[in-house]
């Protein structure tokens, strides 16, 4: 199968190609040489380019799009996230269709339905919030309803992981230990919010079964099949990395609070350098959001590969090499 897969040079992306580039013909998109670098040693080849100046061209012969690029933030405006996010896949639902594209895989993610809710045990019956005071909800949740009502021929499904977990990731355990260090780091809530997690072997399986399963128009969690409380989780991740997080706490409306405030500030004087504390960030970490997997394993054939505990074990031993 020849697939285009798009935020190849990070982490979700770059493990998809991995795991894929030998059993399938993969061409990513590419933006800077660094990236092409990055991409031929995973073995695929860089098509350079970005979301809005693909043409049809640049698609022929793909059977499928896995589409994992996106404007994650967390700060920007509305114009960033909605061009990275809605506009980018819009244009690449044009070219892919124009291109005669097979199926089209775009990475969602729960938090399009958040809207500063505990969310409990939901499935994808979970109605998209009519509001929400989140900019990358938002727009994702704009990017999702657009490729599930994309109307052309093609198959189209999304895939919604919830955070994603694993070795090659340095972003949650970068951050995490710079507060610590910093001696910023407080539990928010207690940290006893409940949460469900998608390690990244589990997500790149559950793609590779999307390649030739599932329903156009649908949506599917995916997720560990476990469910922790963030101080559960997070404390056996640092650990793994020989962090120790601290026991400092704050209740969660206090923080989602004193977000809300200073983050107002940084937008009411269009401040571009990012607020030590935001609003997002902070109220998904303070509300219990736990998923049921059952369409996936219904009709994705979805059964996840790799235990939690098994996944910490992996991060042990990418510490020790």
Known sequence: MKLFITGASGFVGGAIVNKLAHKHTILAMSRSESSDARIKGLGAKPVRGSLDNLEGIDLTGVDCIVHCAAFVGPWGSRKDFFKGNVEGTRALLDAASQAGVRRFIHMGTEAALFRGQNMHEIDETYPYPARTPYLYSESKGEAERLVLNYESGMER???????????????????????????????IGGGTALTSTTYIDNLVHAVELALTAGRSGRAYFITDGENRTFKEFLTAMMDTQGVRLPEKKIPAWLASTAARLVEGSFRMVGAKSEPPLMRFPTDLMGRECTIRIDRARQELGYEPIVTVENGMQALRAEVAN
């Open 157 to 187: 499904i999304v895939l919604r992981p919830r955070f994603v977990w694993g070795p090659g990731d340095t972003s949650v355990r970068r951050v995490l230990k710079q507060m610590v260090d910093e001696g910023k780091f407080m539990w």
